[in-house]
């Protein structure tokens, strides 16, 4: 079989996946399901979770606001903007547009395809465990030069780092590859399962930065109603995440990312998550809210609260790394 033969199967199969996914998170999305009643501890039972107050230290004043969140599940994100090129294009085509606006925005578009082309086929080689070698993402794409192909892998790169949790690096520089490298250091690079899988660093951020957001602790409850505006649901298996319920309540618990804990004198009995251990150990506040903020195209410092919270961590970090040293 010629490259240009398994790079067109690659592409097929990958593109199959995403296809069958994305039509099972729109049933679930539509699904009009009863759903049970909230438990007593339910904070705010009426609003979305998205516009709840999150209550902050006497000494500084409350603030509404939004938490920073994807606005698109990951498969979503893998099969949409085709979808927005093609209907660009159908505008392209009305007798208002002109001839260069046409070729300048089929020309963005032709770029926007191979970026799409670069994220399939590094997720399709990372969710295989298979090696991602620089002259076959040249091929792959048909790079016209050096320069044109730093630019797709930065597009590339930025929109993996997003969605995934995960950085693009080069690790070989005789026969340059490269490796998808958890910001996380999660099991088996982010998948946490042994295996094949697409990495799940970028859930495990999201839900950390609402645990954050939410006063450093958040219902069982609100977690869930957060997590279902991202088509995640529990006991509805995910493409990318496998079965939700296990993963937050068992797997991430276990690993000691999130902290699971009933809440003092519920009745009945209401629980809630927290950052665990190895959260604090391998991230901190700032980078969490960064990373909700470029998901959401925001400024970190629009949350002003949060942002004064996470500058106040780093700095207690710092002391308390100084003092460990002195003691040393």
């Not at 192909?149 to 693009?168: C, D, K, W």
């Not at 998948?191 to 006063?215: C, D, E, Q, S, W």
């Not at 700032?286 to 195209?297: D, G």
């Amino acid at each position: 079989m010629s490259l240009e033969e398994n790079n067109l199967r690659i592409e097929e199969e990958h593109q199959e996946n995403l296809q069958t996914s994305s039509d099972h998170s729109v049933a679930q999305a539509r699904e009009a399901t009863e759903e049970e009643p909230p438990c007593p501890c339910f904070v705010a039972p009426e609003e979305d979770l998205q516009n709840s107050s999150v209550p902050e230290p006497s000494n500084i004043p409350q603030e509404p606001y939004t938490i920073p969140s994807p606005s698109i599940s990951v498969v979503e994100f893998l099969s949409s903007r085709s979808n927005k090129r093609k209907k660009t294009q159908q505008d392209n085509e009305g007798p208002s547009t002109s001839t260069a606006t046409a070729c300048t925005e089929n020309s963005n578009d032709f770029f926007d395809d191979k970026v799409d082309l670069m994220e399939h086929y590094i997720l399709y080689r990372f969710e295989r465990q298979l090696p991602i070698f620089k002259e076959d993402l040249i091929r792959f794409v048909d790079a016209m030069d050096e320069e044109e192909f730093a630019e797709i892998l930065q597009r590339t790169s930025e929109n993996i780092e997003i969605f995934f949790g995960v950085t693009v690096q080069e690790v070989d520089t005789d026969n340059i590859q490269y490796e998808l490298v958890s910001k996380l250091k999660l099991p088996n690079n982010g998948r946490i399962h042994a295996g094949n899988g697409l990495p799940k660093t970028g859930f495990v951020m999201t839900i950390l930065g609402v645990i954050f957001m939410m006063g450093n602790h958040v219902t069982e409850e609100d977690l869930w109603k957060f997590l279902k505006q991202m088509h995640v649901r529990p006991g509805k298996r995910h493409y990318v995440f496998g079965e939700p319920h296990k993963l937050v309540s068992e797997d991430l618990v276990t690993l000691q990312y999130l902290e699971y804990r009933q809440i003092p004198d519920s009745d009945p009995p209401c629980y809630e998550f927290l950052w665990g251990p190895k959260a604090y150990r391998e991230t901190n506040k700032m980078e969490v809210l960064e990373f909700l903020a470029k998901v959401s195209k925001n400024d970190p410092r629009k949350f002003s609260t949060h942002y004064e919270e996470a500058l106040k961590d780093i700095e207690e970090r710092a002391e308390a790394n100084k003092k460990t040293q002195d003691e040393e």
